[in-house]
């Protein structure tokens, strides 16, 4: 039986600038994740790893190929459509947490659930459940400037898959976190993204937490190609 593919990029071409000044970061790229899997992307800095991320997530157009989310063909369909199918099928974790200053762990969980629709008891409850998950369960209350730095990106994890979406895209998210705090946060990734059923990508310029992953691709020449960490 085929495996069924969550994310695909076929013929991806994406360029910064026009003319003299022309820069092509993208050049016929094809890349897809399948239901379930992990996989680490590590390229040097430059190479583009932050681009093919944007473009997988619906959030900067390519300039020529497709991007498939879903079974869903995106690159003709309307700004508010894209913006559908990426708030529905895809979380993001950066490398800083962005949370809301001003909310607590909980209710930074629990925003996206509501915003989607879901009770206020139904958000509560799931956030909750992520935040046990994520063994911060005791710092539900806390607002993000009260938690540690592993503490805060464990919560931006939970939320990423608060409306349980199709893919996970991560960009170097443990790059600012000493290596004992990326391993753990790392990991509690791993696990939650395997208990979930989701699929992942995810930068990082950390070998040892690429080989984690069932499998590592790297940026050459502006195409995706797998490479052996
Ligand atoms: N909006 C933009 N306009 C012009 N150039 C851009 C733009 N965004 C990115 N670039 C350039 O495209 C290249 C790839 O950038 P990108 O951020 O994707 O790299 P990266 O592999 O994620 O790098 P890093 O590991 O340093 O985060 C870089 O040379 C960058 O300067």
């Known amino acids: 039986m085929a495996t069924e593919k969550v994310l695909a990029l076929t013929g991806i071409d994406r360029n910064y600038g026009q003319g003299d000044t022309l820069l092509t970061i993208?050049?016929?790229?094809?890349?897809?994740?399948?239901?379930?899997?992990?996989?680490?992307?590590?390229?040097?800095?430059?190479?583009?790893?932050?681009?093919?991320?944007?473009?997988?997530?619906?959030?900067?157009?390519?300039?020529?190929g497709e991007v498939v989310v879903g079974g869903e063909a995106c690159s003709a369909l309307s700004e508010d459509r894209r913006t559908a199918v990426r708030r529905r099928s895809i979380g993001f974790v950066y490398q800083f947490h962005h949370l809301l200053?001003?909310?607590s762990a909980l209710e930074n969980i629990m925003m996206?659930?509501?915003?989607?629709?879901?009770?206020?008891?139904?958000?509560?409850?799931?956030?909750?459940?992520?935040?046990?998950?994520?063994?911060?369960?005791?710092r539900a209350d806390h607002r993000p400037a009260e938690l540690s730095g592993g503490e805060q990106q464990r919560v931006?994890?939970?939320?990423?898959?608060?409306?349980?979406p199709l893919v996970l895209l991560a960009d170097e998210p443990t790059g600012n976190l000493d290596p004992e705090t990326a391993s753990y946060v790392f990991s509690a990734l791993r696990a939650l993204v395997r208990q979930s059923g989701l699929?992942?990508?995810?930068?990082?310029h950390n070998h040892e937490?690429?080989?984690r992953m069932d499998r590592c691709v790297t940026i050459v020449d502006g195409k995706i190609v797998d490479y052996v960490v």
């Open 101 to 103: 200053p001003e909310f």
């Open 209 to 211: 937490l690429a080989q």
């Open 199 to 204: 699929a992942a990508l995810i930068a990082t």
């Open 26 to 64: 993208l050049k016929g790229a094809d890349f897809s994740l399948s239901a379930g899997e992990t996989v680490a992307l590590v390229a040097p800095s430059g190479t583009g790893k932050s681009t093919l991320l944007h473009v997988a997530g619906l959030l900067e157009h390519p300039d020529a």
């Open 156 to 164: 931006a994890i939970a939320r990423a898959v608060a409306n349980a």
């Open 112 to 138: 996206p659930q509501l915003i989607a629709g879901l009770s206020m008891a139904e958000a509560k409850e799931r956030a909750a459940q992520l935040l046990d998950y994520m063994r911060i369960g005791h």
